[in-house]
């Protein structure tokens, strides 16, 4: 995994990620769909390379379960 493959997926679903370095913690946000938010809770990484792969894991279950 690269950070190809998280920039990939977060443009084709239209989302962003959000790394937050203090604390730690990974968040998406995306559009809203049929009236719910697409944004999850913060998550926790050890460091932004685990956060990204957790992302894309996180993106591809999601949508793999919407098709």
Not at 4 to 27: E, P, Q
Not at 30 to 38: M, Y
């Amino acid at each position: 995994m690269d950070s190809s493959d998280l920039v990939a997926l977060l443009a084709a679903y239209r989302m962003s990620f959000y790394w937050g370095a203090i604390n730690k913690t990974w968040r998406i946000t995306g559009q809203v769909e049929n009236g719910c938010s697409q944004d999850t809770s913060p998550e926790p990484a050890e460091n932004f390379n685990a956060a990204q792969a957790a992302a894309v894991i996180y993106i591809q279950k999601k949508y793999a379960l919407a098709h």
